[in-house]
């Protein structure tokens, strides 16, 4: 049951008989918050916004000009409609008034000449006060509903379906500190509608806790407009559930972050000591590790949707690992959220999460490292993570470090090091294996340059058949994972060499 009656409704109750509704039939779906009886020339001082104003328009009916200002006064101060009993002073409704109150669509009600005010406002009095009463009596089935779901510890998902059933509405609750997403949907709910995020039209709510910003509530159907009554005791209880799982993960993960930033961060002494110490947080140093990182944007405002954007795509990223069966770890952070992934083959994982997260727009900005081994390799994941999703939003919201060529230069903290990385990863084996095929190898593509790509030129310098040098260019591609046709990656190639040189 509304709160509040409509003037559809107020016009159904015993004490309107015999009324008439003279204009304004269009607005009869105005809410009615109360009851306002005026007979004074100064009424539109004591008006409230959604009262039903009954009178008989004895302080106006000898002044033209007022009669006239009548309904635009009544109509600017938003009431929900008017109540008049003519047959005394006004004899009749004037056409000007029922014609400007059809034109606002603001309820114009001609009240029968034994109609009493009294009647008329107690029946609207005691009719919102059943309302208020049941109200009342749902809110606290509501707060002991939502009470015993939070002392049973129950899931975010359970307390989604908790809401779905109080409100009628099809739910989705986000949770912003643990990058949580659960819904719940109503039987009716479209079947050709997205379910894992709430359509255009759902309406938020804020989820705040200690001040800040937990989360989001959406709901969406025809009971949506939930009184405050209703939503205030769901709008605190949630934000508690989420910091009741916030305390239980720090708790239960501040040892694995405490260790993890030590590696990132600190001295090792004993690599082999810490080795031992990751396996028993479930981490294996010596095998392969990458790292997601996928920097959060801050929500702006209550109508922007990044914050469930965000979290819709943060699981389907633990989704998509799960199903693949990687082992990850998931650490999550207020500004950041990383995914540590761990394994002996990652070959194909980028390009899984590059399909997932390419061009997908929604307040993240996702940086992937390569594949590095042990603890300084850990560290390598961490800064080619963090300088990827940098780059990330120049690259469709998603960025692979291994995109960035020679931009990786520019942002180098250690430049002297990163040159060193720079040019072995470009150039890998041509360098790495010592032995004479692949010293041809790597003078052939300096000759490559030498000789703007001549490879008659290149055959004569290098004393060898056309034919050679063509199956050289051919390996020297897929050696290097690069495209000489491509004029990105031959300048990448090309800066390789010299800085190999000269640095």
Request: proline letters at 4%; aromatic letters at 8%; hydrophobic letters at 40%.
């Amino acid at each position: 049951m509304e709160l509040y009656l409509t003037m559809e409704e107020v016009l159904r109750l015993p004490a309107f008989q015999g009324c008439r509704i003279a204009a304004g039939r269009a607005g009869l779906q105005k809410r009615v918050t109360g009851v306002n009886v005026s007979e004074v020339p100064d009424y539109y001082h004591w008006l409230a916004a959604g009262e039903v104003m009954l009178c008989t328009c004895y302080a106006l009916y000898e002044d033209p000009v007022a009669l006239e200002q009548f309904i635009p006064q009544l109509e600017a101060h938003g009431l929900a409609g008017v109540c008049i009993k003519p047959g005394r002073f006004l004899g009749e409704l004037p056409k000007y008034m029922i014609d400007c109150a059809e034109e606002r669509s603001f309820p114009l009600i001609e009240l029968p000449e034994e109609a009493r005010f009294a009647d008329i406002t107690k029946a609207i009095t005691d009719e919102l006060l059943k309302r208020r009463t049941a109200q009342l009596e749902n809110s606290l089935s509501v707060n002991r509903m939502l009470v015993s779901a939070l002392t049973k510890r129950a899931s975010l998902e359970e307390l989604a379906g908790t809401v779905a059933s109080i409100t009628g509405c099809s739910v989705w609750v986000v949770d912003r500190i643990n990058h949580r997403l659960a819904s719940c949907l109503s039987p009716d709910y479209p079947e050709q509608e997205r379910r894992d995020r709430p359509p255009a039209d759902a309406v938020a709510h804020e989820l705040r806790a200690d001040g800040q910003l937990a989360g989001m509530l959406y709901l969406s159907g025809q009971q949506v407009a939930a009184e405050e009554e209703i939503l205030a005791p769901i709008l605190q209880l949630i934000p508690l559930e989420i910091l009741q799982t916030r305390s239980v993960y720090e708790s239960e993960s501040r040892g694995f972050r405490e260790f993890l930033t030590h590696l990132l961060m600190d001295p090792i002494r004993d690599e082999q000591r810490e080795q031992q110490r990751g396996k028993t947080f479930g981490l294996d140093l010596i095998q392969q590790h990458l790292l997601l990182y996928c920097g959060l944007a801050e929500p702006q405002g209550i109508q922007s949707r990044e914050l469930l954007y965000q979290n819709v795509l943060l699981q389907q990223i633990k989704g998509f690992l799960q199903q693949e069966k990687y082992l990850f770890h998931m650490l999550q952070q207020e500004e950041a959220c990383l995914f540590l992934v761990e394994g002996s083959d990652l070959t194909a994982l980028p390009q899984g999460l590059e399909r997932l997260l390419r061009g997908q727009a929604g307040g993240i900005a996702a940086g992937l490292s390569q594949t590095h081994r042990g603890i300084t390799g850990l560290r390598r994941c961490d800064w080619e993570s963090r300088l990827a999703a940098r780059m990330a939003g120049k690259h469709g919201g998603f960025c692979r470090f291994d995109e960035l060529g020679v931009l990786r230069l520019l942002y180098a903290e250690d430049t002297q090091r990163e040159i060193k990385h720079f040019v072995q990863d470009t150039l890998q084996s041509l360098i790495t294996r010592d032995d004479p095929y692949h010293a041809d190898l790597l003078r052939t593509l300096e000759a490559y340059f030498a000789l703007q790509g001549n490879q008659r030129s290149m055959a004569k310098a290098l004393f060898v058949h056309y034919n050679t040098i063509a199956y050289r260019l051919r390996t020297i591609e897929e050696l290097c994972g690069v495209d000489l046709n491509d004029p990105d990656d031959r300048l990448q190639l090309e800066l390789a060499l010299y800085l190999r040189k000269n640095s």
